[in-house]
């Protein structure tokens, strides 16, 4: 157990600082400013950084959860970001950071809000939350997305980069009506172990998650359509495509 810190630190200056072995619990920066800092063998648990400027922060054998970043700037972090270890990004922007999910993807309780975030984001889904502010005016258009997802979040609160804009469908709930009926009945007549029937039961999974997550919404809107935006070469990826072409052209 390390030395815990708590309550609110306000207006420090951290140049080339070592946080050793300090356990960050309930604590708050408030306008800190962190040049260079290096993080070793600490916990952080529920730490907000609120107007703070974070500058290329080095983390050894530190532990993170439930981070929440309120207008601030954080540049150039030498480790990757997991997502899980992220609750909140606000009114921030993030340069060269790498924000990853886990090898298969799966939901994350990361809200980005008002925020501008450059560098790679992959294997994230996020999910929209209940007072529908996820992912509002924020700017993606500077990010490597890999295997991301925007599960029941209209698109049109999306700024992706341009590759990726012609994945958004504009009419999705016409689109999913469609979809369902057909997807079903590949799911029920597809051998079990054939690409049709794994492609069929992945865009069915897509479709109920979405309608899930998207329920409360007054208008569902558009959708970026991200097992079609990251699909490969691989039968099951080209089994995707053609249940796809069914309903919209791609």
């Known amino acids: 157990m390390g030395v815990k810190v708590q309550g609110v630190i306000d207006a420090e200056h951290y140049e080339n600082h070592t946080f050793e072995g300090q356990d960050f619990d309930a604590l708050r920066f408030q306008g800190c400013v962190f040049t260079q800092p290096r993080f070793v063998d600490c916990t952080g648990y529920h730490v907000d950084f609120r107007d703070c400027i974070i500058e290329q922060p080095v983390s050894v054998g530190t532990t993170w959860d439930k981070i929440r970043l309120f207008n601030s700037t954080l540049t150039y972090p030498a480790v ?3 997502a899980r270890d992220l609750n909140t990004i606000s009114g921030s922007t993030l340069i060269d950071v790498h924000i990853v999910g886990s090898t298969l993807p799966t939901s994350s309780s990361l809200v980005i809000t008002d925020s501008r975030i450059t560098g790679s984001i992959s294997n ?3 999910v929209e939350n209940t007072d529908h502010t996820q ?3 924020v ?3 500077e990010c490597q997305l890999t295997n991301v997802c925007f599960v029941g979040i209209p698109a049109e609160r999306l700024r992706l980069p341009k590759h990726l ?10 689109v999913a009506a469609t979809l369902q009926p057909y997807v079903r009945h590949v799911v029920e007549s597809a051998p079990v172990k054939s690409p049709e029937y794994e492609a069929a039961t992945r865009v069915r999974r897509a479709l109920e998650l979405d309608e899930y997550y998207g329920r409360n919404l007054s208008e569902r809107g558009a959708r970026f359509i991200s097992e079609l935006a990251f699909a490969d070469d691989s039968p099951v990826s080209q089994a995707v495509k ?5 309903s919209i052209d791609i």
């Open 80 to 82: 990757l970001l997991r």
């Open 124 to 126: 994230v889904v996020f």
């Open 135 to 137: 992912c509002v005016q």
């Open 139 to 141: 700017d993606l258009t």
């Open 165 to 174: 804009e012609g994945f958004i469908c504009p009419d999705w709930q016409e």
């Open 242 to 246: 053609e249940i796809y072409a069914k």
